[in-house]
Every structure is written in structure tokens, then in C-alpha cells.
């Protein structure tokens, strides 16, 4: 079994499906056992995939089936406590000793501590390490390595390792996250990863990938992944604020008529119908993703490293955008609760915790928004030299003459507004560095004057992608629906197009013949929808499935016994175990009889 699961590229897709351990697979079981993250996260979620796209057949054959049958727990520490954007600066060094064909881990100083892995505080005995490998004297940059950390029978830290937690953060708390340094500790020859670059037994360094990136691979397949587990976090925080919303009742807008429920204010509408939306728009451009991703794994196999490049640009720009944007808006939907909301038992802390983090880790927003800015302005220039671009830029053609896109407001003609945004702000900024340049700046000063409308031009690329996956897919998945089903994801995908033009409407009366007028009919549509889509709004997040165990929410339950829920939880807090608690008599007391 497991000799299917490995096949060229960074991981094979195939096989993990056939284990059934897709995210949504594994998130669903974790989080209905665990409740909160679980410690073996990384351990499935980076270690494994790592051993998968990293190691030769034989190291596969040596390590996947201890893995993946629990024998030996992993994760994945690459982040220092002084780098984890800038992989290259990592410190950890990994020198390879000829005379005992053995690398020598090595952490110089206190910046060089691997930080943060997920498991490693106190759940792992394994771990893929980082580090910069050296050989004959020279160092060949940071290379992914097998090290052994724990003992499998004590537990105990093996000689030379000095591991442990980091201690409470906003979120993850149940995720040990560690740190390791070492010192002088020898691992064998073999545990380096040795798919893409290996090191013979005299020393000899041969680069064996097509691409120098490659390496990066498991970070590529977790960003793809995260795509998919933003829109299924924020479907779950959409859940349970529309839910609530339909049981609480407040205020009095019109004398003599009952307390309407909140769901039925506009303004609840609109906090809360582009997180279905969203959760919607996420979820079809993810497995777009997929899909692109699984076509260039295809492509590698082939030995065609082309389409990497591409695929580098998008899984950036999706992870930052997907994860920004359900971060905000899993904040919204507890807005959207007042007060309850704000209880850890409705769970909109913690899926919030959780997502907010996801804008950090794997790739902080910024720092993949610059990257898909690299291919942006590469790709431009390509175009001016007459290049062929490729497809997901095929839109740029339109900004070849430099004229403005007039105004059309169609859903199709939405989408292509969002394209000239994207064009129009990917132009901007190549004029930006080229004006810089002319004034005398060498080409690193002249990007970094421009890279905050750099950001803005992927963040504009980004939004055009998922306008245009999410209507085009929307319209070949509901071919064949009834027409009731087709109207209704209609409405949602037009209400994110019209949501997102409002709220780029500098942009669009920028790079498009876009009016004050056509605002005010944007305005007016998009109020329509609203109200249009409220009728179906419980429908729709009981659409999304989610059982009570795993919703795990007081506001978010399925029989909507909101008020039962919150007092039975509060009964059950320790603090209400006694009617009295000790420190009334200890300190309370006596400081109210002026005996402290
Ligand atoms: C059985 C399986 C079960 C599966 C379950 C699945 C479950 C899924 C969910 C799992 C959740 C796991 C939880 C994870 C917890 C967090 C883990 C971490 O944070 S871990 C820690 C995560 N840490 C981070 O994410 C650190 C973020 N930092 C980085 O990624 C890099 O340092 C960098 C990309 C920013 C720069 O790298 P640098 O080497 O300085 O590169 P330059 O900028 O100089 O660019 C040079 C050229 O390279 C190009 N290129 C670059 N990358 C790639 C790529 N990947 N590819 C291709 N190309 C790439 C670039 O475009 C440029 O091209 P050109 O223009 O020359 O043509
Ligand atoms: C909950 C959690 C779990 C994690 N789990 C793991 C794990 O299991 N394994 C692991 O190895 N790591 C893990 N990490 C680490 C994570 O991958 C890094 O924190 C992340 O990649 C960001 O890097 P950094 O912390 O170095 O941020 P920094 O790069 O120091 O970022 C600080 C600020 O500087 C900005 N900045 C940095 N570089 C640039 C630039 N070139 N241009 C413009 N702005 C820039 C950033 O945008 C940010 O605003 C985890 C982190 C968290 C929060």
C-alpha cells in the first residue's frame, strides 16, 4: 500500500486520498475527538507529506510505514527563534563528517533554537529538521534532514537535544509547540532527505531536483491545503452566527410589534451573507487549486518544472488572501453574536484563534503577497517583450493599449472590472519601479519603494482569480440543478461580486469607466440580495452539514436551545461549584473588615 502513495513530485495526491486523510477528512474526525488542535497536526499534516515529497523510494519504504502506522511521531521544525520568513538565514547547521559518514547538527547560538513545531514541546520523538548543510567545507544552503529527538520507550530527550514547550499563546494551546536546539548531535548519512539533493558517502554534494525550490514543497501542499480548511472554518463561524441570529431577538425598530430576529436587520445581512458567500467562493476556488496543483505535480513527473512557478504565485496569493479574509470575517460573525459571542463555548474564539494564526504561519500574508507580486511584474514584463503569458494572466492582454475598461455591470462584466483592477494596479507599479530606476535607484531599492502597492497588485490578482473561479464554477456545477438550487448559489456568487466592487470602488472608478451612478445601482442591487437570500439563509449553513459534536457551540446548535445551552455551560464552570468560594473567607472578608 504504501509503495503507491509514492510517486514523483512534491507529494502524491492520489495516494493520500486513497488513505482517506484529505484535510476535510481529518479535521472532521480531529475535531469532534480532540476539540481543540490537535498535537498530532503537524505530525500528519507536514511530517508525513514531508517524507512523501522529500525522500528517495527507499528512505519512503524505511519511514512512511513507521509514520503513518504511529510508530514513530513527527513534525516539522524549520522556524528559529531568529528567522522563519527568510529560510535561507535559517542558522541550524547539519556538517557532514566523511569519516563516519554522519551529518553533525548544530545550533551556534540562541537565535539558531528551532521554535514553534507544532508536537515537538512534548508529543514527538521525530522531526524534520532544517538545516543549512555543509560538505567539504561549503555550504549548500538549508536541506530538510530525519533526526530522532526522544527515546520511543522513555520519552526522554536523547544526549545532545534540548527540547520543550514555548509556552501559552493566542491560540494552539494544545498544540505543544517547541523548541530544540543541538549540540554536536550525529544523525546517519541517510536522514538526509535525499530526493532532491544528496550527499554520497565521501562528501560529494549532487543536486538531483529540476528546480532549485523544490525543497519548499511541503509548504506549497499546506498552503493549497489551508485554502480548503479556511472556507470549512469559516462555514463553521457562519453556522452558528446565522443560527443565533435566527433565535435572538432585539430592539423594537416598529411600536406594537414583537422584537424582530436579528437576522432579519440589514445590517446582520450584510455582516453575515458574504461569510456564506465566502465559505462558497473559498471552497469551489480551492479545489481549483487542487486541481492546478495535481496538474503540476503531473507536469514533474513528466520532468516539466514550468508550470511551478505559477502554481507558487497562486497557493501564495490564496493562502494570505483565504486566510486574511476568513480571520476578518470569523471576527465579524462574532460581532455578529454581541455579547454570547464572545463566550468561549460559542467557539468563535477558538475557530478565530486558530484562523488568525493561519495569516501567519506558513507563509506570513505580506511576505506571500510579495512573491506573487514577483511573478506579476515578471509576467508584465514578459508581455512587453512579447512573451506568451500564461493563464491565469491572460487577462493583462487587455491592458496592452492602456485604455480603460468600460463599466459593465453584469456578473460577467463585474468579473471582468475586477481583471482590469488587477491589470491596472499590476501596471501601476511597474511604472513605479521603472520611474524609480530612472531617477537613479538600483532595482532592489526601486521594488522595495513600490512594494506596498505591490501588496495591493496581488491582493487585486487574487480577488480577480476567485471572482472569476467562483462564477465560472458556480455556472458548470449547477448545470444540471434545479432551477430553485441554481437561483440560489446564483444569488450568492453575485453577492460576492457586488459586495467586493463596493468595496473597491476607488479601484474600479480608477481602472474602469465605472460611475457615481452605476455605484448607486451597485448599492441598491446588492441591498436587493440581500433580502432576497434571507429566506434561505438557515438553509443554507444547514446546508454545510455540520453536526453539533463538531460545531461544538452553545449558539450554533442544531435546535437552536441557545439560552439552555449557555446556562448549562455555566453551571459547569469550576468557579460554580461551591456557593461560596475560599477566597472570600481568605481575602474578601477580611479586606471588607479592615483586616488586610
Ligand atoms: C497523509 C497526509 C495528510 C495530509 C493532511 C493535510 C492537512 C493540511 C493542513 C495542515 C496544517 C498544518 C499546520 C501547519 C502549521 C504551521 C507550519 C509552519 O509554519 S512551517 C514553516 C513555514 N514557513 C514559511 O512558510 C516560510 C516562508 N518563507 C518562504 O517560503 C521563503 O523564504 C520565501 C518564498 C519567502 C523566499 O524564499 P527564497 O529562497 O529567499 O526565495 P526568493 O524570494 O529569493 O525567490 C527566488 C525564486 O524562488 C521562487 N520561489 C520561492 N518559493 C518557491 C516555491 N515554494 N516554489 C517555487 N518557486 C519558489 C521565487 O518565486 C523566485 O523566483 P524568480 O522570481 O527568481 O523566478
Ligand atoms: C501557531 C503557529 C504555528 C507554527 N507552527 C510552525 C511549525 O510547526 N513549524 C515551523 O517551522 N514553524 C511554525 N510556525 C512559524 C511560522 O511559520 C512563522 O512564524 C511564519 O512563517 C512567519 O515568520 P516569522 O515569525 O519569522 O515572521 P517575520 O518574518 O519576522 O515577520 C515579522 C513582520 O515582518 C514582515 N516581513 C518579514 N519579511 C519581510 C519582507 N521580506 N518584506 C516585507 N515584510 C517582511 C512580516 O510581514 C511581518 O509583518 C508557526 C507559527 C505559528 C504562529
Given at each position: 500500500m504504501y509503495g503507491q502513495i509514492v510517486r514523483d513530485g512534491l507529494v502524491n495526491v492520489t495516494g493520500i486520498e486513497d488513505l482517506g486523510l484529505t484535510s476535510p477528512v481529518l479535521q472532521r474526525t480531529s475535531d469532534a475527538f480532540f476539540k481543540e488542535i490537535s498535537p498530532f497536526l503537524l505530525h500528519f499534516g507536514m511530517f508525513v507529506p514531508t517524507i512523501i515529497g522529500q525522500c528517495t523510494p527507499e528512505q519512503q519504504a524505511k519511514w512512511l510505514p513507521l509514520a503513518m502506522d504511529l510508530k514513530i511521531i513527527g513534525t516539522y521544525a524549520q522556524t528559529e527563534l531568529g528567522h522563519g520568513t527568510f529560510i535561507r538565514g535559517l542558522e541550524t547547521t547539519a556538517t557532514y563528517d566523511a569519516s563516519t559518514e554522519q551529518f553533525i547538527l548544530k545550533t551556534p547560538k540562541l537565535s539558531s533554537y528551532k521554535w514553534w513545531a507544532g508536537g515537538l514541546g512534548k508529543t514527538a520523538n521525530h522531526c524534520i529538521v532544517l538545516a543549512q548543510l555543509y560538505t567539504k567545507g561549503v555550504c549548500h544552503g538549508p536541506h530538510p534532514f530525519i533526526v530522532q529527538?526522544?527515546?520511543?520507550?522513555?520519552h526522554m530527550p536523547l544526549p545532545g537535544i534540548k527540547v520543550g514547550e514555548i509556552g501559552p499563546k493566542l491560540g494552539f494551546n494544545t498544540a505543544d509547540n517547541g523548541f530544540l536546539g543541538f549540540e554536536d548531535f550525529r544523525i546517519p548519512?541517510?536522514?538526509?532527505?535525499?530526493?532532491?539533493a544528496q550527499v554520497t558517502k565521501d562528501g560529494t554534494y549532487v543536486k538531483v531536483a529540476r528546480h532549485g525550490k523544490l525543497t519548499y514543497g511541503t509548504m506549497v501542499f499546506v498552503r493549497v491545503m489551508l485554502v480548503s480548511d479556511m472556507a470549512y472554518c469559516l462555514a463553521k463561524a457562519v453556522t452558528i452566527a446565522v443560527r443565533y441570529s435566527a433565535v435572538r431577538r432585539q430592539s423594537?425598530?416598529?411600536?406594537?410589534q414583537p422584537e424582530p430576529q436579528?437576522?432579519?436587520?440589514l445590517t446582520q445581512q450584510h455582516k453575515l451573507f458574504i461569510c456564506i458567500s465566502t465559505a462558497h467562493a473559498m471552497k469551489l476556488t480551492s479545489t481549483w487549486l487542487w486541481n492546478t496543483f495535481t496538474g503540476v505535480l503531473a507536469d514533474m513527473r513528466d520532468g516539466n518544472t514550468d508550470t511551478l512557478p505559477e502554481l507558487h504565485a497562486l497557493s501564495s496569493c490564496l493562502k494570505a488572501i483565504s486566510t486574511s479574509d476568513t480571520s476578518a470575517l470569523i471576527e465579524q460573525c462574532r460581532f455578529a453574536c454581541g455579547g454570547h459571542g464572545y463566550m468561549y463555548s460559542s467557539n468563535l474564539p477558538a475557530l478565530y484563534s486558530f484562523a488568525t494564526a493561519t495569516r501567519t504561519y506558513e507563509g506570513d500574508y505580506t511576505v506571500l503577497l510579495l512573491q506573487t507580486a514577483r511573478f506579476l511584474v515578471k509576467s508584465w514584463e514578459q508581455m512587453d517583450e512579447g512573451k506568451p503569458l500564461t493563464p491565469t494572466l491572460a487577462y493583462l492582454e487587455q491592458s496592452r493599449n492602456g485604455s480603460q475598461v468600460s463599466w459593465d455591470d453584469s456578473p460577467e462584466g463585474i468579473v471582468r472590472g475586477f481583471d482590469a483592477v488587477a491589470a491596472g494596479r499590476i501596471g501601476a507599479c511597474v511604472k513605479s519601479i521603472r520611474k524609480h530606476i530612472n531617477n537613479g535607484m538600483d532595482y532592489e531599492d526601486a521594488w522595495q519603494m513600490t512594494t506596498v502597492q505591490l501588496v495591493g497588485a496581488a491582493e487585486a490578482h487574487c480577488r480577480a482569480v476567485i471572482c472569476r473561479v467562483y462564477r465560472d464554477e458556480t455556472a458548470r456545477l449547477t448545470a444540471g440543478c434545479s432551477p430553485g438550487v441554481k437561483a440560489v448559489l446564483d444569488q450568492l456568487s453575485t453577492l460576492y461580486l457586488l459586495y467586493w466592487a463596493l468595496e473597491r470602488t476607488g479601484d474600479l472608478l480608477r481602472f474602469s469607466s465605472l460611475s457615481e451612478r452605476d455605484i448607486e445601482n451597485l448599492q441598491a442591487r446588492y441591498e436587493a440580495l440581500l433580502l432576497k437570500i434571507r429566506p434561505n439563509a438557515v438553509g443554507l449553513v444547514d446546508a454545510f452539514d455540520f453536526r453539533d459534536e463538531v460545531l461544538m457551540s452553545t449558539l450554533g446548535s442544531?435546535?437552536?436551545r441557545v439560552y439552555e445551552r449557555l446556562m448549562e455551560e455555566a453551571l459547569k464552570t469550576p468557579l460554580n461549584r461551591e456557593p461560596v468560594s475560599d477566597s472570600f473567607h481568605k481575602y474578601i472578608k477580611p479586606m471588607m473588615q479592615g483586616k488586610l
Open positions: 529527538i526522544r527515546d520511543t520507550e522513555t548519512r541517510e536522514n538526509l532527505m535525499m530526493k532532491n423594537q425598530p416598529k411600536p406594537d436579528v437576522l432579519d436587520y442544531y435546535d437552536g
